[in-house]
């Protein structure tokens, strides 16, 4: 669906653009597409998924901002709606009025892109900050509201908030009466321009369509056959996910049930692990962390950065990663702790640092292939 010049205008002014990092994407740091969370959620369809690349096609995206919490990697993001911002906003309320930007209701309150960007991880830390009941306003337009029905996913989220709080989960109010007077709405999960950044934002999009006029952009079957080349770095960035940290900053407010496990999955390392750290150098949100000198490799890990994508586990060529449940909240305040410490030598043939696989070992691996090899063809000449 093709969005109105009022809609697009609308979507400028509250800069509610999705931005995507797939430098993030645990896809593409497995070079295996085995998470499609995003592409599964999205309403109108505007995601492609590769190994290669996340692809979102603007045209078709509605803003609506469901995928922002199914992303366990937070390689997307919104320029309209700030997850801690949100929450800040809710501080010290008891009862909170929400209303999606489609809701017709007469009465005041806070504004949201969409339902769907409500999640048990956003809701618990609400309930942390003191809200009690959340009213949500504009679900009666759901199904056939162009920005996707979030009915579906609230009541999953209910039953999520059920497991992790019981009687203590917030009221999720589903059919909240209008207030008897109009009041205002905030839009306080949502950044407001100046006059004069507001003349600099309009400026530049009139830039960008006579651009886009002047040089029309490349057909479908045009793009296609010129893909870039997947990304490629030595170093891979990380970074917390928003919807994680939000919750991660508040778990000792959280009232969680004492008969169920926390929502967080710790992981250690067994005694297969070869220390190739390469689980460390492609974790996204920094859980997982590798650091190596001359003397040592050593991998940390930080059970509350963890969003249990399960990256980890798939790369690991020895099958060392063994998840576990958090039982106790002292295991994930105690912060970072050290998985594995491993000394390293320099190999005796190329002088790179190396783990020894055994006692009085020389050489790396590579090298003592080669030297193998080597013997093996000295025995052949001399026989």
């Not at 009466?177 to 407001?192: F, N």
Request: one cysteine or more.
């Amino acid at each position: 669906m093709r969005m109105t010049t009022s809609e697009q205008a609308d979507g400028y002014l509250r800069l509610s653009e999705m931005i995507v990092e797939e430098e993030l994407c645990i896809n593409l740091r497995g070079r295996l597409e085995h998470c499609t969370r995003c592409r599964d959620v999205c309403p109108s369809d505007a995601l492609r998924l590769s190994a290669d690349a996340v692809d979102l096609d603007q045209q078709k995206c509605t803003g609506c901002n469901s995928c922002l919490p199914s992303c366990p990697a937070g390689a997307l993001r919104s320029s309209g709606f700030v997850p801690e911002r949100f929450v800040s906003a809710l501080a010290g309320r008891q009862r909170v009025d929400l209303h999606c930007r489609a809701s017709t209701g007469a009465g005041g309150g806070v504004v949201i892109p969409c339902h769907a960007v409500l999640d048990a991880r956003l809701i618990s830390a609400a309930r942390a900050e003191g809200v009690e009941i959340l009213a949500l306003h504009g679900l009666d337009h759901c199904a056939e509201c162009r920005y996707g029905d979030a009915r579906d996913g609230l009541r999953q989220v209910a039953e999520t908030l059920d497991e992790w709080l019981g009687e203590a989960s917030p009221l999720l109010d589903l059919a909240p009466a209008d207030g008897a007077r109009k009041a205002v709405r905030e839009y306080q999960d949502q950044p407001h321009l100046s006059r004069r950044a507001f003349l600099r934002f309009g400026g530049a999009q009139a830039v960008t369509q006579a651009v886009e006029w002047i040089v029309p952009g490349l057909r479908p079957e045009e793009a296609d056959a010129d893909v870039l080349p997947f990304y490629q770095s030595s170093v891979y960035p990380q970074r917390t996910v928003q919807y994680q940290a939000v919750l991660a900053s508040r778990i000792g407010r959280v009232p969680w049930r004492d008969d169920a496990p926390l929502p967080w999955t710790p992981r250690s390392v067994n005694a297969l692990c070869s220390g190739c750290l390469a689980c460390g150098e492609r974790c996204p949100t920094g859980a997982l962390q590798a650091a190596e000198s001359g003397q040592a490799r050593e991998l940390s890990f930080d059970p509350l950065l963890c969003t249990d994508c399960l990256l980890c586990e798939r790369i690991c060529p020895e099958g060392a990663m063994v998840p576990h449940s958090a039982l106790a909240l002292e295991e994930l305040e105690a912060g970072r702790s050290r998985l594995i410490h491993l000394r390293q030598r320099p190999c005796g043939r190329c002088g790179t640092p190396f783990v020894p696989e055994q006692s009085g070992q020389e050489n790396c691996r590579v090298c003592g292939n080669e030297q193998e090899l080597d013997d093996e063809w000295l025995d052949m000449l001399s026989g």
